[in-house]
């Protein structure tokens, strides 16, 4: 019976291994966010778009944080991500995280903003 089991879960895992990856995810576009952030607001996105006013700080709480504009052309939503994360202005990315049509953010509200939880360079 342990046999069994074992060759049979041995199996779904080669499975797995060698089935064909998803094709990468492209998402929405930066103007789709720009024309109708209300759709999207506190929903998950994945977008593509170049790297502008790229800045890592720290908090006054010790934290470090980086936040930029992922452009499209003449459109940009801000990313936030906290850590820093070794990017620079000019590279494409593919930035995955929750879009937030107006976020308080100390005493400045932040409007179309992406709070990444995942940042892939891309070639």
């Known amino acids: 019976?342990?046999?069994a089991l074992s060759q049979f879960l041995?199996?779904?895992v080669l499975l797995v291994m060698c089935a064909p990856a998803a094709p990468a995810d492209r998402g929405i576009s930066v103007h789709a966010l720009t024309q109708d952030p209300a759709k999207y607001d506190g929903k998950v996105v994945t977008v593509v778009g170049t790297i502008?006013?790229?800045?890592?700080r720290v908090s006054t709480a010790g934290n470090p944080y980086t936040t930029f504009r992922l452009t499209d052309g003449d459109e940009f939503v801000v990313v936030f991500s906290?850590?820093?994360q070794g990017f620079s202005n000019g590279q494409r990315v593919r930035?995955?995280?929750t879009f937030s049509k107006i976020r308080e953010a100390?005493?400045?509200p932040v409007g179309n903003e992406i709070q990444a939880y995942r940042i892939?360079?891309?070639p």
């Open 95 to 97: 930035v995955t995280g």
């Open 120 to 122: 892939e360079g891309l």
């Open 52 to 56: 502008t006013a790229y800045r890592e």
């Open 1 to 3: 019976m342990k046999v």
């Open 106 to 108: 100390g005493t400045s």
């Open 82 to 84: 906290w850590n820093k």
């Open 10 to 12: 041995t199996a779904v």
